[in-house]
């Protein structure tokens, strides 16, 4: 496999890794997969770019599956304390022998406080506890190298990650845009020439810019339909938000029934 900011490997199969492989691989990321087990890795043989059935704690196995060339690594081992400790512990020591620690974005899932606890004590600072869209949110964590946490991006809220396509809008400061204020969401990040930074408003767009947006599902959606749709509007083309029209019929259904739950009373 070859090193890229692009590459992404995910160790251990279970409902929380598939989670994150399916959305790695939607956003057109290339995902190596590991699993010890034979049927989880034929859950994501069809989804995932490579998929390779070995025991992450044998170290000369990951050796093998020269994962020194991977950037981004996340431990998604849950339920086996032990096998994710020892993961762990093989990856930094992998990655410390080839001296690529430094670029090295590495995320472990915890169980417990207990395993987070462990898991800083080796040296990992990126941990997920939360299990709901944990799968999601890691990925999009991996991917923009985000400390921060997303615990809000939920049934309400969504991220949304485009690519400044439209020369209409490039050598132009951000205050100038109003961005925010005119579509009523939140810029959280660009991301230029592989590195993240925040916002600022005497920051000047430039073509192939990516910006990652966070804001209510409703005016996820307006901005999805106005920026890739309308042809005179036109001012990015999205890169994700498979799931936006998805996500916001069900929170319209879950309102309208709400509405009528209440009139029954």
């Not at 069809?46 to 060339?69: G, M, P, Y």
């Not at 690594?73 to 093989?90: K, M, N, Q, R």
């Not at 169980?111 to 990925?139: C, F, P, R, W, Y």
Request: hydrophobic content about 40%; glycine content about 4%.
């Amino acid at each position: 496999m070859s090193s890229s900011e692009n590459d992404f490997c995910v160790i251990g199969l279970g409902k929380f890794g598939i989670s994150v492989v399916k959305t790695l691989e939607e956003l057109g990321k290339i995902t190596l997969t590991i699993d010890k087990r034979e049927y989880r890795c034929q859950l994501v043989s069809s989804i995932a770019s490579e998929t390779l059935i070995l025991d992450s704690t044998n170290l000369d196995a990951l050796n093998d599956a020269v994962i020194h060339k991977v950037q981004n690594i996340i431990i998604a081992i849950g339920s086996d304390l032990a096998a994710s400790i020892v993961t762990a512990v093989h990856v930094l020591a992998i990655h410390r022998e080839h001296n690529t620690l430094s670029s090295l974005n590495l995320i472990a899932k915890a169980v417990d406080s207990t395993h987070q606890l462990i898991l800083e004590a080796i040296g990992i600072t990126n941990i997920i506890l939360s299990e709901t869209e944990a799968g999601k949110k890691t990925a999009y964590r991996a991917i923009w190298k985000l400390g921060i946490d997303l615990t809000t991006v939920d049934e309400k809220y969504s991220i949304a990650n485009v690519i400044v396509k439209n020369t209409k809008f490039t050598n132009k400061k951000l205050e100038t845009l109003k961005i925010p204020s005119n579509y009523k969401i939140n810029l959280v990040a660009i991301k230029r020439h592989g590195k993240v930074i925040i916002p600022r408003r005497n920051e000047i767009l430039m073509l192939n810019y990516e910006l990652l947006f966070i804001s209510s599902n409703e005016n996820i959606n307006y901005v999805f339909i106005d920026f890739s749709i309308g042809d005179t509007n036109k001012i990015f083309e999205p890169t994700i938000i498979k799931t936006v029209k998805k996500k916001l019929s069900f929170w319209n259904w879950f309102r309208r029934n709400k509405k009528k739950k209440k009139i029954k009373n």
